[in-house]
């Protein structure tokens, strides 16, 4: 079927997880042509993924033959390659500001809901794993406005949003926030006015009435109305489920959601990485990652007054969170995708989102523009870049044809491609990725592997290759690095 932008940008993350781009698990028994059945099917987790693609094969593995790409002559057993089951945490950026309208005329959120919906209900989507959050939380009892400080009770000062803008002019940049005169330098800090057409608008004391006609001051928030507490956003709003089963409550989530509050990216993102660690640590046998959906920078309260509990509050601060997660001994990786209004706003986001990308292991952020006429469309074709990033091809280990358990040192990993076959070498670790090769998750002195993962440079091979396959070779003594 079609897809939508979106739809395909995620289908690459779970490309990018899984085997390679171009690259499948050989199927068939005995060779390029062989007739085998009984495929290998991935288990574990959520549904799992079924090894196929091979050269003329129809399921299968192959036993007993003998690879002349190993050393010397041996008893082996070729099974296709199966991409480890993918779990993603969405965590989606739920502001006010998701209200504002696209060039297409319909809200960014609106756009978002039905690329996600779409993706959900994809048969290409069977058997990932998808968890949903969305951010903020709000207070319980919390007034969603005010007009002074006595309206908020127990919840804070009535914060107004206001904006810097010359004295005798007018403008629809209403980003960043100002907090007085002292913070605009030669400009104003002038109140920021919500229009009937969805926009905004900040004018001037001087500048002429009708530079904001027909719009009305923006309304005051309460300062601790939104949830900045992180184990908050380690509980998600839909839990994880198995798609295309889970696809139906995912659905109806989204459509029953009304945008609202400001944009606590920090302690979401800490919450999200510490759901993603507790996902990993109960599925070894998984692929877990965090994909960012937000039209904000951190923050959007009153510069310089985040409430205390809302820390990490800046770039740095949250970029080492998503680094130490992506470095970890499991790491779990962050997409980040953003939407913003052209110009300054755009081009400053791209700049912040790219940090929080990099730190998070996926290189670069996917910034849209709202005044594109399909903003869902656009999101597919800036995802689908995410499928050639150098993220490491992460493989089930195969149980043992013999039922005795695997022999990890009898372990090696086979690519056939377009200019032949080849066994790819074992190294020690992903820090000793320098010559390329593949590792164990564990190293089985410490403990039982759950999954082969190529090196990148070797995935990236892999990838460039679309005729290839990779296969999991068991008899064999491993072939290491030298």
Known sequence: ?????????????????????????????????????????????????????????????????TD????????????????????????????????????????????????????????????????????????????????????????????????????????????????????????????????????????????PTTACAGCTNFPGYCHLRDICTSSEYATPNVAVGTLPGAAGGLSASLSGHTPDGYTPTGPALTGAVSWAQQQQTSNPGHKVAIVLVTDGLPGGFIPGFPPAECAPSDIPGISTILSSAATGTTPILTFVVGIFNPGVEATTAQTNLNMLASAGGTGTALVISVTDTNVTQELHTALTQAQTKAIACSYQIPPSTGGTGVDFGKVNVQFSGSSGSSTIPHTSSSSACDKGGWYYDVDPSAGTPTKI??????????????????????????????
Not at 11 to 24: I, R, T, Y
Request: charge should be negative.
């Open 453 to 482: 993962i190529a090196c990148p440079s070797t995935c990236t091979g892999f990838n460039a290759d679309v005729t290839g396959h990779v296969d999991i070779v068991l008899g064999c003594a491993t072939i290491s690095v030298t």
């Open 68 to 207: 002349a790409s190993l050393d010397g002559a041996c008893a082996a057993s070729s099974i296709g390659a199966a991409p480890v089951p993918l779990d993603l945490y969405f965590l989606m950026d739920s502001s006010l500001s998701m209200k504002e309208t696209t060039g297409a005329g319909t809200t960014k959120w609106s756009a978002v809901s039905a690329a996600l919906t779409a993706f959900f209900t994809d048969s290409g989507s069977a058997g990932l794993g998808v968890a949903l959050k969305y951010f903020p939380d709000e207070q319980s009892g919390a007034p969603a406005s005010c007009t002074m400080t006595s309206d908020c009770g127990t919840f804070g000062n009535c914060d107004f949003r206001d904006t810097c803008v010359s004295s005798g002019a007018s403008t629809t940049a209403v980003s960043p926030l100002c907090i007085d005169a002292s913070t605009c330098g030669s400009q104003t800090c002038s109140r920021i006015k919500s229009c009937t057409d969805g926009s905004y608008c900040a004018a001037g004391p001087t500048a």
């Open 1 to 65: 079927m079609k897809y939508n932008r979106l739809s395909l940008l995620l289908c690459a993350l779970m490309l990018a997880f899984g085997c390679s781009a171009g690259v499948s698990g050989k199927t068939g028994s005995g060779g390029s042509n062989g007739t085998g059945t009984g495929g290998s099917t991935a288990s574990g987790g959520h549904g799992g993924s079924s090894s196929s693609g091979g050269s003329n094969g129809t399921g299968g593995s192959s036993s007993g033959n």
